[in-house]
């Protein structure tokens, strides 16, 4: 019998922490727990994460010497935040003596609002730079600062992302905790850099206790495998990351859930928004990847990359509200906050000669919401009971509840507004759909999806409560995810490693590229990528003068074995046809190491005039996509043919008067590159033979997107 390669995934939400066992040799789900999240334990969180783990454990009879990895997404990077349970900050701003004035502007950032009454406290220090520091002046420096309370230290200097040897040497001084702003990004903009350092530096402390106790935790279970942690932008890290960088967590929940999501449903273009009980969460997915952004705290810009996740507070637990004569809103007090039970899962005996009451489900709420008191009890009338009410939760699912009980809340409501029962359980759900298309429809319009594209996914326990009733409102696709509830857990278990640099470049060159690439790759292979399934990318943001590139790759384990279930050729060419959404014409280009490719003809009518474009679609080994592209062309061959047809291509843009080069993406059966942050066609020649002169196979392909 083939043993079991036990990956854990572990995912701490709001209200309940949910860990997932999935044997990655068969790619099933071996068993999946809930314990509620322990915000007010003395360890916070990791009590709930260690809990998850042991019950997980005792529950499906795993053994340790079975367990390969665990991961697990944070809400305490925000926690903290929001709720101003930071640490004090020192920062020690840097510069030359003549900038003095500008550089003390832009590094003494003060006291900073995280939330409502809730601020990160900070203490201040200039040291000038225009000659050698000596220890004395940076340890008086330190020493003022711990005077003042400061617990941690920030070290910040003007373009210290160039040379950052003075950060490094005041943090060498340093006796208490220190993290320095070219630690975290490679741009400039001194005063964000040093926001950013700021706020991180003001989790620190609290991060290095979780870090370390869930560590000791598993380490104590006799659990040998590697501990790593969900970032915001949808990859994973070490426990060591963590330690330093905490703010890379930042809405590492909901990235956990659309990584989950993206390896259960294949999407090229899509909305994905999972409905938890108390709120929503929607992140757009376009060419196969999700959006991701800068994140802002409390209108702090940050340089910190993660997933755009915008949140409705309406879900499946929302409470509804009323005037005495009309349902007037939906949420966002859920029946978990007010601790009541769904009236859907109550039996119908307990809700007979029920009568509607209104309450507030916290102290300094309005009294508008509504529940039935029947027995002595409360019952909350919530989404859930409404979308059961009309049978539009389908048998089985998480949601489904009793369907008699339901219908039976919804007409004791409906008695009240002088309503049908079909007619109160559909403005309930017109109301809450209302929220999240108000979110969902501006970020089809900025992120230009095309709307015959768009297929909406649905994850989190209340999915099949919202997300039908939200693409029928648009009248688009939509798909629940298998395993919907634990879909979050699931992105957790089975996430890629993904790493990202910046750097401030006017106009970059090949150098440039290759330089951050060897530095990406470098990283992802510390944080235990395996070598033959990274993936490069690279970006330029030409009007902020922003060179990124990214490395993805899946986690290298010591069994040497991939991380999820291989497909074949069969099994990609009706997932290709899938996306594509077509039934005929879809080729298989070529076969290659590690990637399945494919393309097809498109006609397309315009008046009198007709045109072809050749959509292409690479997924990996796996099933995921890594790159879809509109229209483009393909050559294969050896490396010096495909860089000739490359150059070709290049020469003729350039004739028809094109001063921006196409973007190239070069694949050698092991790693995908993409050269699409060089714009002069010359710097995109020299890139593209530069990498296939190091290409690992002698059969390659450039995939060239056309107009």
């Known amino acids: 019998m083939q043993a079991r ?420 359980a559909s403005i309930i759900l017109d109301i809450s759909a209302k929220k999240v298309l108000d979110i969902v429809e501006p970020m089809v319009k900025e992120y230009k999806l095309k709307r015959d594209r768009i297929v909406f996914v649905g994850g989190g326990g209340g999915a099949s409560v919202l997300v039908p009733h939200v693409a029928k409102k648009m009248q688009l696709a939509h798909k629940i995810a298998e395993h919907a509830e634990v879909i979050s857990s699931i992105g957790v278990a089975a996430a890629m490693i993904h790493e990202e640099v910046e750097k401030t470049v006017n106009d970059p060159r090949p150098e440039d590229i290759s330089e951050l690439a060897e530095q990406v790759k470098k990283l992802a292979l510390e944080r235990g990528a395996l070598p033959e399934s990274i993936t490069i990318q690279s970006e330029f943001v030409s009007e902020r003068s922003l060179l990124r590139v990214t490395a993805m790759g899946n986690v290298s384990l010591d069994i040497g074995t991939a991380n999820a279930v291989e497909i074949g050729d069969n099994e990609a060419h009706v997932l290709a046809c899938e996306l594509f959404g077509v039934n005929e014409g879809v080729q298989r280009i070529f076969d290659m190491k590690n990637y399945h490719i494919f393309a097809c003809e498109v006609s397309k009518k315009k008046l009198f005039l007709k045109s072809k474009r050749q959509p292409v679609l690479v997924l990996d080994k796996y099933g995921r996509v890594r790159l879809s592209v509109d229209n483009a062309a393909i050559f294969n061959g050896p490396p010096d043919t495909v860089a000739d047809s490359v150059d070709k291509v290049l020469r003729n843009h350039k004739d028809s008067g094109k001063d921006l080069a196409p973007q190239v993406h070069i694949l050698d059966g092991v790693k995908l590159m993409d050269f699409s942050s060089l714009t002069a066609p010359e710097h995109v020649s020299k890139a593209v033979r530069d990498e296939l002169k190091n290409a690992a196979s002698r059969d390659v392909a450039a995939i060239v997107r056309l107009d």
């Open 5 to 424: 390669r036990i990956r854990v995934g572990i995912d701490v939400g709001g209200t309940f922490t949910k860990a997932v066992a999935i044997d990655m040799a068969r790619g099933s789900i071996i068993g999946k727990v809930t314990v509620p999240t322990t915000h007010s334990s003395a360890e916070g969180v990791s009590t709930g994460i260690v809990q998850a783990l042991k019950t997980l454990m005792q529950k499906h009879s795993i053994q340790n010497s079975e367990i390969e990895l665990i991961s697990h997404s944070t809400t305490q990077a925000v926690n903290a935040l929001l709720e101003g349970d930071t640490a004090r900050v020192g920062i020690i701003g840097m510069g030359v003596g003549l900038e003095k004035s500008n550089v003390i502007k832009r590094t003494n950032v003060k006291d900073v609002e995280l939330a409502p009454n809730k601020y990160l406290h900070t203490s201040y220090r200039f040291l000038d730079t225009s000659k050698y520091l000596d220890d004395g002046q940076v340890k008086q420096a330190i020493s003022g600062l711990k005077q003042e309370g400061a617990e941690v230290i920030v070290v910040s200097e003007a373009y210290g992302v160039d040379d950052p040897s003075n950060e490094l040497f005041v943090m060498q001084k340093s006796d208490v905790p220190a993290t320095a702003g070219h630690e975290l990004t490679g741009i400039y903009g001194l005063e964000i850099r040093t926001l950013t350092a700021a706020i991180n530096a003001g989790i620190l402390p609290k991060a290095t206790g979780t870090a370390r106790f869930v560590e000791s935790a598993v380490r104590n279970e006799g659990i040998a495998a590697p501990v790593l942690i969900m970032k915001g932008d949808g990859g994973v890290t070490s426990m060591n990351t963590f330690r330093s960088k905490p703010i890379i967590t930042v809405l590492s929940g909901p990235a956990a859930s659309v990584a989950g999501a993206l390896l259960h449903l294949r999407v090229i273009d899509g909305v994905f928004i999972e409905v938890g009980g108390t709120s929503t969460n929607v992140c757009v997915i376009k060419d196969g990847r999700p959006e991701v952004r800068y994140v802002t705290i409390m209108q702090h810009p940050t340089c910190i990359r993660s997933l755009d996740v915008r949140v409705a507070g309406v879900a499946g637990g929302s409470l509804v509200r009323w005037s005495g004569r009309k349902i007037t809103d939906v949420g966002p007090r859920s029946a978990h906050i007010a601790g009541l039970p769904y009236s859907c899962f109550a039996r119908p005996e307990e809700l007979e000669g029920g009568q509607v009451i209104t309450f507030s489900p916290r102290e300094g709420d309005p009294i508008d919401y509504v529940a039935i008191e029947a027995g002595g009890k409360r019952f909350a009338i919530t989404n859930t009971c409404a979308a059961n009410a009309l049978g539009a939760v389908p048998e089985g699912d998480y949601a489904y509840a009793n369907q008699e009980s339901a219908r039976l809340a919804l007409s004791i409501l409906a008695a009240r507004l002088g309503t049908t029962m079909e007619q109160a």
